[in-house]
T-cell receptor
Framework: NAGVTQTPKFQVLKTGQSMTLQCAQD?????MSWYRQDPGMGLRLIHY???????DQGEVPNGYNVSRSTTEDFPLRLLSAAPSQTSVYFC???????????FGPGTRLTVL | AQTVTQSQPEMSVQEAETVTLSCTYD???????LFWYKQPPSRQMILVIRQEAYKQQNATENRFSVNFQKAAKSFSLKISDSQLGDTAMYFC?????????????FGKGTKLSVKP
């Protein structure tokens, strides 16, 4: 099992560019989520999904889109990158909503 | 809304000694889970320990144990026989079981340094 994988590990964007952060899990988990981690802020939930075809917003969804067409993949799209989106992004998954969440290694994104 | 507060931004401990990290939370829920996550310099988030609010017994995992005080809404982590590999950021997290879809609410973290 590879667990939860995220690509890329590092990314630099210019303001206004768009990109997709990839997240995949091979554990057949139903629940997947995206968090961002900013210095001194802990982790905050961006979007989550309780199964294929079902997504919902978390605490800080503005500027991000998600979709869940398969159980395995949960990409996060930045529509028009802004410097405020400079952060470390974590994807997580769990078997059901209330089970232990497994985190990916994170993507460090810098927006200039 | 639920909030999680970690009042100690940084702590240090000597190797082999015991250290306690504090966490308090605010909720009107009765059923919830509490977690401690470790984030070493590698950035990987690792689950250390989990406590179900309906359980009175404090959770223990090897050198890690919690002191869960439901009435006081307190959830501290005790690390015994500290090791150099325990150096990391530690995050306390809350998950309510009603209507949350399993989402975690994190505190801002405590940076723990274990000194040789």
């Amino acid at each position: 099992n590879a667990g939860v994988t995220q690509t890329p590990k590092f990314q630099v964007l210019k303001t206004g560019q768009s990109m997709t952060l990839q997240c995949a899990q091979d554990m057949n988990h139903e629940y997947m989520s995206w968090y961002r981690q900013d210095p001194g802020m802990g982790l905050r939930l961006i979007h989550y999904s309780v199964g294929a075809g079902i997504t919902d917003q978390g605490e800080v969804p503005n500027g991000y889109n998600v979709s869940r067409s398969t159980t395995e993949d949960f990409p996060l799209r930045l529509l028009s990158a802004a410097p405020s989106q400079t952060s470390v992004y974590f994807c997580a998954s769990s078997w059901r909503n209330y089970n232990e969440q497994f985190f990916g290694p994170g993507t460090r994104l810098t927006v200039l | 809304a639920q909030t999680v507060t970690q009042s100690q931004p940084e702590m240090s401990v000597q190797e082999a000694e015991t250290v306690t990290l504090s966490c308090t939370y605010d909720t009107s829920e009765n059923n919830y889970y509490l977690f401690w996550y470790k984030q070493p310099p590698s950035r990987q988030m690792i689950l250390v320990i989990r406590q179900e609010a309906y359980k009175q017994q404090n959770a223990t995992e090897n050198r890690f144990s919690v002191n869960f005080q439901k009435a006081a809404k307190s959830f501290s982590l005790k690390i015994s026989d500290s090791q150099l590999g325990d150096t990391a950021m530690y995050f306390c997290a809350f998950m309510k079981l009603r209507g949350s879809q399993g989402n975690l609410i994190f505190g801002k973290g405590t940076k723990l340094s274990v000194k040789p």
